[in-house]
């Protein structure tokens, strides 16, 4: 690592959900996990819940990479390809409609249309095929039922009445941790009005977020196969609602999309960052895990 010429950077939300955006035209190259890490740190960096980078593809559409704020790899974000489309559209890289975007989970497809206002968009996306795992044990209160979906990346939904903040912010990283290479952990229950679900989510390698999209077609597919759903749901997030169709083929999700504005990272001021994350590096893996507000968590038993 050494420093570079300047980064280019867009920040874009979908939800609440947010993310950094670099449009890798000239060839630089993926980012470095220490880099990713600086970069998303709410405190030294700009901060985000995760950092993409976005490439033409060979034959046509985008390729999306996407890292979490820790610097780790991710599948695929309902949210965060949202984010991607808005930027290339912007950058005159993607048109107006649907957009093929080739993720490692696999190609998805995004219709994307701007709002009425500046920075604001909306986009549908096919998010593919929701597999069912196997059904879940865990000790947490008010619980109905737990069980494993794939929707690219791993997720745990766990179904059954509203939860504290020591709740997701104690089982959350326990059942984060019960899956080889971690998995995102969905806490929902019914909203008031009896039509939509509530959701508040523990993102691997980013902590709570705001809004999760590949998580709400989690819930929405386990939900509707235990009865607690139908075909379309709206999911609602602290950063606000998603919808979700459930087809014969594929989940498709609904949400919008808004642009926050343009970083330019000066390239010796991030390589400084990167090495201060890499320094820090020892220190974090030997201490101790703190205890989350609230109190100690529920005891979980993650067990098929």
């Known amino acids: 690592m050494c420093p570079a010429a300047a980064l280019h950077l867009t920040k874009h939300h979908g939800a609440g959900n947010d993310f950094l955006v670099h449009l890798d035209t000239h060839g630089r190259g993926a980012l470095s996990g220490a880099e990713v890490r600086a970069l998303c740190d709410r405190h030294r960096g700009i901060g985000a819940d995760g950092l993409i980078r976005g490439t033409v593809g060979g034959s046509g559409g985008l390729r999306m990479e996407l890292r979490n704020a820790d610097g780790s790899p991710a599948e695929m974000s309902g949210n965060g390809i949202r984010c991607l489309v808005q930027a290339a559209v912007d950058a005159g890289l993607a048109e107006v409609g649907r957009v093929e975007v080739h993720t490692d989970a696999g190609a998805r497809w995004v219709e994307y249309r701007r709002g009425g206002e500046a920075g604001l968009g909306y986009g549908r996306v096919g998010m593919g095929p929701p597999v069912l795992g196997e059904r879940v044990e865990a ?69 709570e977020t705001l809004a999760c999209g590949t998580g709400a077609c989690a819930v929405a597919a386990a939900a509707q196969a235990h009865g607690d759903a139908a075909s379309s749901v709206r999911i609602v997030s602290p950063g606000g609602p ?13 949400g919008p999309v808004r642009r926050v504005g343009e970083v330019v990272v000066d390239g010796a001021a991030l390589w400084s960052m990167a090495r201060a994350q890499q320094d820090a590096e020892p220190a974090a893996a030997t201490a101790p895990p703190a205890t989350p507000a609230g109190g100690a968590p529920p005891q979980v038993a993650a067990r098929p």
């Open 139 to 207: 000790e947490v209160p008010g619980l109905r039922w737990a069980q494993r979906v794939d929707m690219g990346n791993p997720h745990v939904v766990l179904f059954g009445e509203p939860v504290p903040d020591h709740v997701v912010h104690g089982v959350g990283p326990a059942l984060e941790r019960s899956v080889p290479g971690g998995a995102n952990v969905e806490f929902v229950w019914p909203g008031a009005d009896g039509g939509t679900l509530v959701l508040r989510v523990w993102e691997r390698g980013v902590g």
């Open 242 to 254: 998603l919808d979700v169709e459930l087809t014969a083929h594929e989940a498709v999700l609904g």
